[in-house]
């Protein structure tokens, strides 16, 4: 791999071009779904769907446990006032979230997504109070994922470097990006990350961290971009993938970035 950068780079200094069109296209990834659209909420298994319909290349989404160890996807550590990781499923359980379904467990998201092959699923584990709940947690989620076959299906990422180590430690093979952007790309690979996913405004601020990271053999995800002008600097930048709230703009945009050079 590192050799083949090495070749590409050397390639790509003759011949400007010839890099862009050898060099995969940066992938979307649908924000919390693709949500923007009716009948669709954040979080939900319905833009979940919608994000595999537009064919983006992954579908982010949050995931916490209960008191009880159910994982539920849901963005914020509470919903409807409840504090998800101090209240058992049951008092969850019946939870309407904005679009009129009921708040999905983990283990229904990951069946409806198993149904789409061609849509990773980037599964976000939040931080919970403590280290012990995070431990937990990952053993829940990972657990599960390898009970329904789909550890290449899933990438995870959490803004707990805690997390992103138990996941490290206790999964094969796994895509596992962290988020919280305080890590040098080296610091990051030496904790066991295959990428990095950070903030654009991180990676704006270090713009050398994207050839350190392609360097290390790490991949370069990026959150959570919606305006088009840093959806062009990414572009530019070669970042493997983007997340973003706005994925059809995304894919218009890379779409006229690879005609140029056809
Ligand atoms: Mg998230």
Redesign the pocket.
């Known amino acids: 791999m590192k050799s083949k950068r090495i070749g590409l780079y050397i390639l790509s200094t003759i011949f400007p071009t010839m890099i862009l069109l050898s060099e995969n296209p940066t992938k979307v990834i649908a924000h919390?779904g693709y949500w923007d659209c009716p009948g669709s909420a954040q979080n939900s298994i319905f833009a979940l769907k919608k994000a595999a319909e537009i064919s983006a290349y992954g579908s982010?989404f949050?995931v916490s446990i209960t008191l009880d160890g159910i994982p539920v996807v849901n963005?914020d550590d509470r919903i409807n006032g409840l504090l998800i990781e101090k209240t058992p499923y049951r008092k969850l359980q019946n939870i309407k979230i904005a679009n009129g379904e009921t708040l999905p467990t983990l283990k229904q998201y990951l069946e409806e997504g198993k149904k789409e092959k061609d849509l990773q699923l980037i599964l976000?584990i939040k931080p919970h109070s403590t280290q012990e709940k995070e431990q937990e947690a990952v053993k829940i989620i990972t657990s599960l994922v390898d009970s329904l076959n789909m550890a290449n299906h899933v990438e995870y990422i959490s803004f707990s470097e805690f997390i992103i180590k138990e996941l490290v430690r206790i999964t094969k093979n796994a895509n596992i990006s962290y988020l919280e952007g305080d890590l040098a790309p080296k610091a990051a690979k030496e904790i066991g990350c295959t990428g990095l996913d950070y903030r654009y405004s991180v990676l704006q601020k270090h713009p050398e961290w994207i050839g350190q990271a392609k360097e290390l053999g790490l991949t370069i995800n990026t959150w959570t971009v919606d305006d088009p002008k840093t959806m062009q600097w990414m572009i530019d930048k070669k970042v493997d993938f983007i997340t973003t709230d706005n994925p059809l703009m995304l894919q218009k945009r890379i779409k006229e970035n690879t005609d140029k050079y056809k």
């Open positions: 919390r982010e949050d963005h976000e």
